[in-house]
């Protein structure tokens, strides 16, 4: 016996008691876990239940065939589907090309080879971990391209990305989006009078303290750039982003930053908050630069505060900077 590491799960699904009580026996020998299903129905049932490494399925079985079996688990499992290794009598040229077509790995027929069993089963196996292990790595490295390095917040091309996305959402449901642009008040000053790395220390805290002032888990905080962040905030009303915005000036304020270059003595951050029902036919870009402009009245009327606005989309055929 040679197990595999970190056992492997392997749900098989017979609807004849004697095949299946052999093939659990001998997979159970070889090291494996395995879960029995009497009928296709099962089979689906149990699937869910143990999300197998591998699926040895009967292809003739009453009420839920093996075919159709394997046809519902691609349906809802495209993602992340274990190998379906499907047991069958039938030979055919139709029975094969119908089995490979639905999304069967491989086959085969009866009565069992143990040996060609156990090497495909291997085979198996092994292929659908490798591919899930490079799966999880293309998610880690795109999520790296999304992330700011600095601050562990979303980026600006996360930001682009998420705004359109719920540009788009927010203009098929008819609901607001909300948007903040927040500023860190006089970092100049902070960066020439504490240095860079005391700099890049400030914005991470402040980074932290913007991601822990939201709730909502649709809410995204990004670096939008230099000193600059930026909220998105889907199915969130006016009244609603100004409150948010709010706490989040509150938020920093309360980090109690020194900074011996500003009027308050400590690290504030001014927003701008913007927020409309989107409509297709206009840009996210123009919801951005109505947030632009609440910050340039927030930062007019003294910092260390949050002033909100709601955009007013302009005719068709008029951009928002000309317009306004």
């Known amino acids: 016996?040679?197990?595999?590491?970190?056992?492997?799960?392997?749900?098989v699904a017979d609807d004849d008691p004697f095949i299946r009580h052999m093939l659990t026996c001998y997979l159970k020998q070889e090291?494996?876990?395995?879960?029995?299903?009497?009928?296709?129905?099962?089979?689906?049932?149990?699937?869910?239940?143990?999300?197998?490494?591998?699926?040895?399925?009967?292809?003739?079985?009453?009420?839920?065939?093996?075919?159709?079996?394997?046809?519902?688990?691609?349906?809802?499992?495209?993602?992340d589907l274990a190998p379906i290794l499907m047991i069958t009598g039938l030979e055919d040229e139709k029975s094969v090309d119908q089995a490979f077509e639905i999304g069967v790995a491989d086959?085969?027929?009866?009565?069992?080879?143990?040996?060609?069993?156990?090497?495909?089963?291997?085979?198996?196996?092994?292929?659908?971990?490798?591919?899930?292990?490079?799966?999880?790595?293309?998610?880690?490295?795109?999520?790296?391209t999304l992330i700011d390095s600095l601050t562990q917040v979303a980026n600006r091309r996360r930001f682009d990305e998420y705004l359109l996305q719920e540009w788009g959402r927010g203009g098929r449901d008819r609901r607001p989006l909300s948007v903040i642009i927040c500023d860190i008040?006089?970092?100049?000053?902070?960066?020439?009078?504490?240095?860079?790395?005391?700099?890049?220390?400030?914005?991470?805290?402040?980074?932290?303290?913007?991601?822990?002032?939201?709730?909502?888990?649709?809410?995204l905080v990004t670096r939008y750039g230099g000193e600059e962040f930026a909220v998105v905030l889907p199915n969130t009303s006016l009244a609603g982003a100004a409150a948010v915005s709010d706490r989040l000036v509150q938020a920093v304020r309360a980090l109690g930053l020194p900074?011996?270059?500003?009027?308050?003595?400590?690290?504030?951050?001014?927003?701008?908050?913007?927020?409309?029902?989107?409509?297709?036919?206009?840009?996210p870009s123009d919801l951005v630069v109505t947030a632009d402009q609440a910050l340039y009245q927030a930062k007019a009327q003294g910092r260390n505060q949050a002033k909100a606005t709601r955009m007013v989309l302009p005719p068709p055929g008029r951009s928002l900077t000309t317009w306004v």
Request: proline share 5%; charged share 20%.
């Open 185 to 219: 008040d006089y970092f100049k000053g902070y960066n020439d009078h504490y240095g860079h790395p005391a700099g890049d220390r400030c914005l991470q805290q402040v980074a932290k303290a913007l991601s822990q002032g939201i709730n909502c888990t649709d809410d």
């Open 107 to 144: 086959y085969i027929t009866k009565p069992i080879h143990w040996a060609v069993l156990r090497q495909r089963v291997r085979r198996l196996i092994a292929q659908h971990r490798l591919e899930r292990r490079l799966r999880e790595a293309n998610h880690q490295l795109q999520q790296l």
């Open 259 to 283: 900074h011996a270059a500003a009027p308050h003595a400590t690290v504030t951050i001014s927003c701008g908050v913007a927020s409309v029902v989107p409509q297709l036919s206009y840009l």
């Open 1 to 11: 016996m040679q197990a595999q590491p970190e056992a492997a799960v392997i749900l």
């Open 31 to 79: 090291g494996y876990q395995v879960v029995e299903a009497p009928n296709g129905e099962a089979a689906l049932d149990l699937y869910r239940d143990h999300l197998p490494d591998l699926v040895l399925l009967d292809a003739l079985m009453p009420v839920i065939d093996g075919f159709e079996v394997c046809r519902r688990l691609q349906a809802a499992n495209q993602s």
